[in-house]
């Protein structure tokens, strides 16, 4: 089986209640932290790390999502025209090859592991990626590529993995590994969302994953979970059945949860801080907010 990871799945079906009313009409995905929507981070780090072919699993409404990545000739020969070299250059990032980028549908919102599947075909036999848009992370290295270069070493199947709070283990899928264990650790199990004080460790797993295609049958086969979801959790709790490896990563660098408002709000600040055009401004600004609400209090 080969350790190369050409392919990536992004599951971006997802109805984004969280975010409502703005998801009402917006894909979740095209809201941005600063200037750069969301699904813009995650196909830089996919490309980062070598990913190739982009797969992406929409639903209704998602229409935005398809233009993003398309050319766009007005916009393009309008910035030409008045000379606007950068901001051409900010676009190329957006454009994908023909044929590079794929959209298949689920058209009912079933679970992650559901939207998984429905890549099946465009996955054929080989193995790969996803990545959730909603957990964007900084660091030196993009997650990806560090969970590629260690997958050359281990194959199988790699979950990256944090350590979360105990009492924030029941929102999480939480890996039954050593907390104290390598980066790079087999696992014993998986459970989604464990009941409080359940939880076989802190390891919360995180929005990157790399599968072998056998994640496909199990997920054929799958039948509601947790939350009456299909989840892929339960798909890759299989594979460590089967007696397959499946190893959690943790991955050096800062994740957001950009799902929910807090975890948005927090990377927006965070990556426009670390923008030379802006950080100056907001950092004076967040300075005189805080002061004047503490001498208010
Ligand atoms: P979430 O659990 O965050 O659900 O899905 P959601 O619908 O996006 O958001 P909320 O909870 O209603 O606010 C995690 C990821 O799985 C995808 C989502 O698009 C998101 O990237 N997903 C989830 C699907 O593609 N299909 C599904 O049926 C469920």
């Not at 990536?8 to 941005?32: D, H, N, Y």
């Not at 919360?204 to 049958?217: H, K, S």
């Not at 397959?244 to 957001?256: A, D, I, L, Y």
Request: proline share 6%; aromatic share 6%.
């Amino acid at each position: 089986m080969t350790r190369k990871v050409t392919k990536a799945v992004f599951p971006v079906a997802g109805l984004g209640t969280r975010f409502l009313p703005a998801t009402k009409s917006i894909p979740k995905e095209i809201m941005t932290l600063v200037d750069r929507p969301l699904i813009q981070y995650a196909i830089d780090e996919a490309r980062e790390a070598g990913i190739s072919e982009f797969i992406f699993v929409t639903s209704r409404g998602k229409n935005a999502l398809e233009d993003y990545f398309d050319a766009a000739p007005e916009l393009e020969a309008s910035l030409e025209e008045k000379g606007k070299d950068q901001l051409m250059k900010v676009l190329e990032r957006t454009n994908m090859d023909s044929g590079a980028i794929a959209y298949i549908r689920q058209n009912r919102p079933l679970g992650l592991g559901h939207a998984v599947w429905c890549a099946r075909r465009l996955v054929g036999s080989e193995p790969f990626a996803v990545i959730l848009t909603d957990d964007v992370i900084a660091g030196d290295v993009p997650c990806l590529k560090q969970m590629v270069d260690a997958y050359a070493d281990t194959g199988g199947a790699m979950v990256a993995a944090m350590e979360v709070a105990p009492e924030k283990t029941p929102a999480y899928g939480i890996l039954d590994a050593d907390d104290a264990g390598p980066d790079c650790m087999p696992i014993r199990g998986m459970v989604e969302k464990p009941a409080p004080g359940t939880a076989p460790s802190n390891l919360a797993v995180i929005g990157r994953y790399i599968l072998p295609p056998t994640v496909m049958d199990s997920l054929t086969n799958a039948t509601a979970g947790a939350g009456g979801e299909i989840q892929l959790t339960d798909a890759i709790a299989k594979e460590i059945e089967a007696g397959r490896p499946v190893n959690g990563f943790r991955f050096k660098g800062e994740r957001f949860d950009c799902g929910s408002k807090a975890g948005y709000l927090q990377a927006t600040v965070a990556f426009a801080l670390a923008r030379e055009d802006l950080g100056d401004e907001l950092r004076d600004f967040l300075h005189r907010t805080l002061a004047m609400k503490t001498a208010a209090e």
